[in-house]
């Protein structure tokens, strides 16, 4: 998914035109809900109601959507099921010692801590990609200067996005030239072929950021981009929605504290 940028998405979903505050108001307070969260059911809460507003409300394509999950994903299996097996506990339903040192086992309270550490991960992603598909990088640059974040770093930030998609576009541009020569038709040749892109992403990469340098100081660079972006006003119904969304959720959050997968609460 190379041409495929996240920030074209963010430019163009459905909840482009809502206000940038209370995007990341939703975002960033459903990521603290699901860490100050003592159940499962907080957290799957909060990843169910954010993918139905991204994949309903925002119009992201599904696929797109699941994509972004992937890798995440197959880290949070990974993670959990090492926590499952080495945690312990009182109600064994397996056990194996293949070595003296070694001790694997299946217990409620490992599954229980695997899968709410599970849904925790899913709940604090489906808040991160929410804000990456629904809030452009050039409307967080404008919150930024607006919260007064430092304009070196700002500056340094926004030189680095840019840096992304100089390096990206070389990168596009020169796979596709491999392959239309048929460049990976064998193993030899994508050896070749991959050896030859990264230098020549590198080189391309080095002469972009070299006319940048140049076209700053024609345009009189004095230490401070102009941010490009407009402040939307706050409307009343986005505003009792994600008062609502984190109203509801600190609530099943807190009602839920002690509801664990297997076995009684304490």
Not at 155 to 166: E, G, K
Not at 249 to 255: E, G, K, P, R, Y
Request: contains cysteine.
């Amino acid at each position: 998914m190379y041409e495929e940028f996240l920030e074209d998405i963010a430019q163009t979903n459905g909840l482009r035109e809502v206000n940038t505050y209370l995007k990341l108001l939703a975002g960033l307070g459903a990521i603290f809900l699901c860490l100050l969260s003592q159940s499962y059911i907080g957290p799957l809460f909060i990843a169910i109601v954010l993918s139905v507003t991204i994949l309903s409300l925002a119009k992201i394509d599904a696929r797109t959507y699941g994509g972004l999950f992937i890798l995440p994903f197959t880290f949070a299996i990974m993670s959990v099921a090492v926590i499952i097996l080495i945690s312990g506990g009182e109600e064994t339903f397996w056990s194996w010692s293949p070595f003296p040192w070694l001790s694997l086992s299946l217990t409620s309270e490992s599954i229980n801590e695997g899968f709410f550490v599970f849904c925790r991960v899913i709940g604090g992603m489906s808040a991160l990609i929410f804000i990456a598909l629904t809030t452009p990088m050039t409307d967080l640059f404008v919150v930024m200067r607006q919260c007064r974040v430092p304009e070196v770093v700002l500056d340094l930030a926004m030189m680095i996005y840019r840096s992304i998609f100089m390096i990206m576009d070389q990168l596009v541009q020169t796979y596709h030239a491999q392959v239309m020569r048929l460049g990976y038709g064998s193993f030899r040749e994508s050896i070749q072929s991959f050896s030859t892109l990264c230098g020549s992403v590198f080189i391309g990469s080095w002469s972009a950021g070299e006319d940048l340098i140049r076209a700053m100081d024609a345009r009189c660079y004095d230490g401070k981009f102009a941010v490009l972006g407009e402040t939307r006003p706050i409307e009343v119904l986005p505003f009792i929605t994600v008062a609502l969304f984190l109203g509801v959720s600190s609530v099943v959050v807190f009602l839920a504290r002690d509801l664990p997968l297997l076995g009684a609460g304490s």
